[in-house]
């Protein structure tokens, strides 16, 4: 449920009209709601752990903000955030969310495995390309067999 839910907000399945002021109600227990702002907001299995799960009746809201982004810093105050079990990295993290786009915040989350492997230089073609060769040399004794 949770990962069709995530991926049809993300992906704006959901809100097909285009209603500036759609809205989604989530009715779930602690652990449940942890879990769904654990995969939102990519946060890693220690900051998960760090967050106190729900009282009866309680709210948490999560606003889309100017720049394109949810964030709950919109509606919450550090103090609260800070009650939840936030740290200050993800307090910070909320409010870049909450006004700045995507691409001016994203360099600075350490926990955005999809956007991590960005940085890594790619190998020169020839590098590729020898590794490339060996890889399809396997040696078997005295024999060699070429996989190509």
Known sequence: FLESLWRD??????????????????VSHGVTSRVFLMKWFRWT?????RLHNLTNCQVRVMQLGAGGEYSLAIHHSDEEMKG??????????QKMRATAKK?????DCPWHLN??????RESDEADCLEEDQQDSLNLIGD??????
């Open 143 to 148: 024999r060699s067999i070429d996989c190509s």
């Open 9 to 26: 907000i993300d992906m704006n399945r959901i809100n097909r009209c285009g209603i500036s002021n759609f809205n989604i109600v989530i």
């Open 115 to 120: 956007d991590f492997f960005q940085h890594l």
């Open 103 to 107: 691409s001016d915040w994203i360099d």
């Open 84 to 93: 939840w079990g936030l740290s200050q990295e993800m307090i910070t993290d």
């Open 45 to 49: 299995v220690e900051q998960f752990e």
